[in-house]
């Protein structure tokens, strides 16, 4: 089983729409969590901490359950320009040496 | 520029070469971090160096893979023997020395291909 496993799509929506990726972690020792994006053929950056309390940036919802050990990721209001692989990620501890799941490919279409 | 830098960008070699990657990191970090990721994949951690030395070499798949950065900044991986499994998008990426914030600044990556 992987330590992070996410749908890997992809997502077809249409423009103006919510969209909402999901993805779980394996190890309950896991201390941090994030969602990075990926554009095609670029270098992954980071999008967004995700908290238990749950965190908002603009349209980006992002929502931890330490319990199910599950993390989620709510776009609102889709832009052509939201399109791109949408990374889970989970720190272990120990710097920052972090785990990818495979990614979950958005495509935003007018 | 003020990024991570990575070179070559590109480089196709054949079977049983030998492969040396650079990344230079941005300024004032002292954590270094090489990954590789496959197609369709996400990155998969292979090295993480603290200053000069590796802190954690775990993700190393085999004795083949080496990497090193002698004064603390410019980190070398070095691949020996080269088999058609290792092409790959090798990403290098480096972060502030405080905390554990998550925030990785990955450079475009250097893309190896082994006929």
């Known amino acids: 089983r992987k330590e992070v496993e996410q749908d890997p799509g992809p997502f077809n929506v249409p423009e103006g729409a919510t969209v909402a990726f999901n993805c779980t972690y394996s190890n309950s020792a896991s201390q941090s969590f994030f969602w990075y994006r990926q554009d095609c053929r670029k270098e992954p950056k980071l999008l967004m901490s995700v908290y238990s309390s749950g965190n908002e940036d603009g349209r980006f919802t992002a929502q931890l359950n330490r319990a199910s050990q599950y993390i989620s990721l709510l776009i609102r209001d889709s832009k052509l320009s939201d399109s791109a692989t949408y990374l889970c990620v989970v720190n272990k501890g120990g710097g920052n040496k972090l785990t990818f799941g495979t990614g979950t490919q958005l495509k935003v279409e007018l | 520029g003020a990024g991570v830098s990575q070179t070559p960008s590109n480089k196709v070699t054949e079977k049983g070469k030998y492969v040396e990657l650079r990344c230079d990191p941005i300024?004032?970090?002292?954590?270094l971090y090489w990954y590789r990721q496959s197609l369709g994949q996400g990155p998969e951690f292979l090295i993480y160096?603290?200053?000069?030395?590796?802190?954690?070499d775990s993700g190393l798949p085999n004795d083949r893979f080496f990497a090193v950065r002698p004064e603390g900044s410019v980190s070398t991986l070095k691949i020996q023997r080269t088999e058609r499994g290792d092409s790959a998008v090798y990403l290098c990426a480096s972060s502030l020395p405080t905390g554990a914030t998550g925030e990785l600044f990955f450079g475009e990556g250097s893309r190896l291909t082994v006929l």
């Open positions: 160096f603290q200053g000069t030395g590796a802190a954690d």
């Open positions: 300024s004032g970090h002292t954590a």
